[in-house]
């Protein structure tokens, strides 16, 4: 809507997974060449983990263009509250495995020739959970199963494991020992620092048609990271309405005032941040 007023392409801070708007912070940047590197030297096990908003779906939409183009089949599942039946379907579905009834036994049997037909011509698989904090003990003890299919030279699927912090006490209880001793790769992601956030505002501006973004000035983006947190969802949700109401005002700056109404709003206090249910439903939106 007010994206001709600001002589902007697109929408600069739409709340999709987008790659092509990915800011390279080094930690997002060291994060993506550990997925990589991790699938394609055949790891195991690589886990991601972040708090709720700060990229995690993004790198792995990151990760599946770079697979996709390079001969490395996947399964992506983004869904993870699922039974084991639900998986098993999905696992087969994805990999487009033969068969019609999808029992276990079936997806089993046909994810294993598969995988070794694809091991014997030299290519990678992988299997991509995303939200997989969410995962039910016995799901989590089946996709521990399929990490152990292997041929002599190594494993037959790359398991990537992304999640809210929660994943990872998941995986420290005890009977998740051998899981987690399987985990090969751990990469996490934080909130961006007060300097990545000015980077990250004006990469997500240069990225939609304003290479010399005038519209936030640097102590507004202060304020702004003062309520974010320098969470990127949180970021993206400020200054959409931010330019908004910019817009609302025939300004073609942003001001202090206006970022305070927008976090008033939002419900967003610079102290107590992550902490507030509202903001958290804000966050999974
Ligand atoms: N490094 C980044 N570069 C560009 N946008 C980002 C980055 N990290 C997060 N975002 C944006 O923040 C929002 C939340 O990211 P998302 O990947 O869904 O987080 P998560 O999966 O960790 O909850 C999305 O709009 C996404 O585009
Ligand atoms: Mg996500």
Known sequence: MYNPFFGLRENPFNLSPDPSFLFRSPQHEEALANLIYGVQSRKGFIA?????????????????????????????LFNSQISRAEFFEMVAYDFALPGTKFTKTEVLFALNNMLLERARSGNTTALIIDEAHNLEWDVLEEVRLLGNLENRHGKLLQIILAGQPELDAKLDAPKFRQLKQRIALRCSLNALTLEETLSYIGYRLAHSGLPEQRIFSPQVIAQIHGYTGGIPRLINLVCDNALLSAFAGSSHTVTPGMITEVAKDLRLTPVSRVSEPAEVGLLRG
């Open 48 to 76: 991601l983990t972040g708090e709720v908003g700060t990229g995690k779906t993004t790198l792995l939409e990151c990760l599946r263009d770079h697979l996709a183009g390079h001969n490395i089949a996947f399964a992506f």
